[in-house]
């Protein structure tokens, strides 16, 4: 059977793409490696494309501009760890998947230190240095918070959680406490500690959360109707 001639014109043209892909990753990893070291202010589309072994103009033709370059970035980021949550998650719901989201934080944390200190240099940057970033970085931050929230949901439908737990306020402050243990163990250069402390982390939050045996579990109060 002959081959269409629009198929072998896409074999090229998706091999052309594919290597895009690769030479835009590879700039992107480039990226994460300066940017943990000095911050994204400091850091050059120049000095990303001669670090990536390309030419010193190559960001600047993909990206270009540096702030497009940093919010490729967090998407080049973000899918990645949301990969890594996705397959700890799997098959599992309310407190179990908490648990598991938990440990994918800090399973990710410590499997890329530089990727994780690249993440929150960007975060801080944020607030001042590069104000522009700052529409993606809180929403990373809301993609945190709804995953946990989510979880939190299915457990109170199914009974786990005790009285009165507000799972928003919970979800934020399993958000922070996470971001803070990340950062302190950036600061001491000890991710091993973090992965250490993760029994202890769920024991907080199990005391904090699971229902007790024979408490009585109450509904959220009914919006009466209009």
Known sequence: MAIPSS??????????????????????RAAIDIIARKGAAGATLAEIGVAAGFSRGLPAERFGTKLALLN???????????????????????????????????DSACASPTATAALYSLFLESLAAIPGLQPRTRALSASFHAGFRGHLDEARRAGELRAGADCDKVAQIVVGMLRGLIIQSLLEGDAARLGANRRQIHALIDAALAKQAGEAVRAPPRRKSA
């Open 72 to 106: 490729a970035l967090m998407d080049f980021m973000e899918d990645w760890f949301h990969r890594r949550v996705a397959a700890a998650v799997a098959g599992r719901s309310g407190l179990a998947a908490l648990r598991a989201r938990i440990d994918a934080h800090i």
């Open 7 to 28: 198929s072998v014109r896409a074999k090229p043209a998706l091999r052309q793409d594919e290597r895009r892909r690769a030479s835009d990753a590879r700039m992107l």
